[in-house]
């Protein structure tokens, strides 16, 4: 085992080894929809139910978001590697190909996933370079789609 300096390249390769299930954040604002993909995703409690996610604190994105009533969840499936990118891209049409919905409280979601979760903002955490943001789910529905997975930088099937 050899130490490596404590640097953002060195830490990025090292939290990389750890897979991990990619989601898109969305909602209409103004009409329009507005999102970004994290691979930073946790189910946090069943009683209340939450779940949480990491934004980085200079995304342009996150402050069109951070104050809607509803925010979209939608784990992506394994047809989406080309759509996480495009979703984590900061130019754009992050939504170019793809089929959304959007719910009448103005989350959208996005077809072809595994799980879709309507949610508000239940805390932000300040955290480093990042913001915790723990979600309040009010609704779920499950679909019978493997999720994709982010794992050293790629975007991997489970293979199952």
């Not at 009683?47 to 604190?57: A, H, I, M, R, W």
């Not at 509803?70 to 900061?90: N, Q, V, Y």
């Not at 190909?97 to 300040?126: K, N, R």
Request: contains cysteine; glycine residues 8%.
């Amino acid at each position: 085992m050899s130490n490596t300096e404590l640097s953002p390249a060195s830490l990025r390769e090292a939290f990389g080894h750890f897979p991990s299930g990619v989601i898109a954040i969305a909602a209409e604002v103004d009409g329009l929809r507005v999102g970004l993909a994290a691979s930073t995703f946790v189910p946090v409690s069943l009683d209340p139910p939450l779940v949480s996610f990491c934004v980085q604190n200079n995304s342009e994105t996150w402050p069109k978001l951070k104050d809607l009533p509803s925010l979209g969840i939608s784990l992506l499936g394994e047809s989406h590697d080309a759509a996480a990118r495009t979703l984590a891209a900061k130019t754009g049409d992050r939504f170019a190909g793809l089929e959304t919905h959007s719910h009448s409280s103005g989350a959208v979601f996005v077809h072809g996933t595994s799980v879709w979760m309507q949610s508000s903002i239940d805390q932000l955490v300040p955290a480093g370079d990042h913001t915790i943001v723990v979600l309040r789910v009010q609704d779920i529905t499950v679909h019978d789609v493997p999720p994709i997975v982010f794992h050293r930088s790629t975007f991997r099937r489970l293979g199952i």
